[in-house]
């Protein structure tokens, strides 16, 4: 399934579900406290979102997945603690005598051209991986892992997300150097890409 909001996740939906196949279930809060939420417009709070984990435990799934976002417009440092604090709920939620385990999956927020968000500015690499680590160090236990988005990738794709047509000599140089599969860490070229700005005169920044 893809990610669901955690109040659609019904028991009659997960009854459903393991007829067929016991699936994983990806449940996606966006952000780690509910001041947040509302501001994207995600207006879900603690208890339900921890209601829903709880229901799935109960009914024999031993792994959620979980989806945040980080570097949102208004974040504060209060906010990513809430995804730690959330986290460690949800891993509480599991019933006595079973361990929960969660994969906890960290996108960058990057603001796209017609959103509300189009003009706000995107968290530089450094201030995402500051923000990784915080998180990652505030996680580190038994039935978790993380996985996240590499902040040079998710930098390019604010640079393509809201540049111009000028992009398009951009794109084609770095192919050109031979920029190929980039969605996969073991091709991804950063190196390659930085040249083709510079061959071009552009700043990506």
């Not at 995600?42 to 979980?66: C, H, M, P, V, Y």
């Not at 999956?105 to 017609?114: C, E, G, M, N, R």
């Not at 039935?143 to 794709?157: A, N, Q, T, V, Y």
Request: aromatic share 8%; net charge positive; hydrophobic share 35%.
């Amino acid at each position: 399934l893809p990610s669901l909001r955690a109040d659609s996740l019904t028991s009659e939906m997960m009854a459903q579900i393991k007829r067929v196949r016991r699936t994983g279930l990806t449940l996606a809060p966006e952000a780690g406290s509910e001041r947040l939420r509302r501001l994207i417009n995600k207006n879900l709070d603690e208890e339900t979102i921890t209601a829903s984990a709880a229901r799935a435990f109960n009914a024999g799934w031993q792994l959620l997945k979980l989806y945040f976002m980080i570097g949102l417009p208004g974040e504060t440092p209060e906010d990513l603690e809430a995804i730690n604090t959330l986290t460690r709920q949800i891993l509480k939620a599991a019933p006595k005598g079973r361990r929960g385990r969660v994969n906890l999956s960290l996108s960058t927020f990057i603001p796209k051209a017609h959103t509300p968000f189009q003009w706000e500015p995107q968290s530089s690499m450094e201030e995402v991986r500051q923000k990784q680590k915080f998180l990652r160090q505030g996680l580190e236990r038994q039935g978790l892992r993380f996985k996240w988005s590499d902040p040079r990738l998710s930098f390019l794709e604010g640079v393509f997300a809201r540049g111009d047509r000028r992009l398009g000599k951009v794109l084609e140089t770095a192919y050109q150097l031979g920029c190929r599969l980039d969605g996969w860490g073991d091709h991804f070229r950063y190196d390659l890409w930085e040249k083709a700005f510079l061959q071009c005169g552009l700043d990506p920044s």
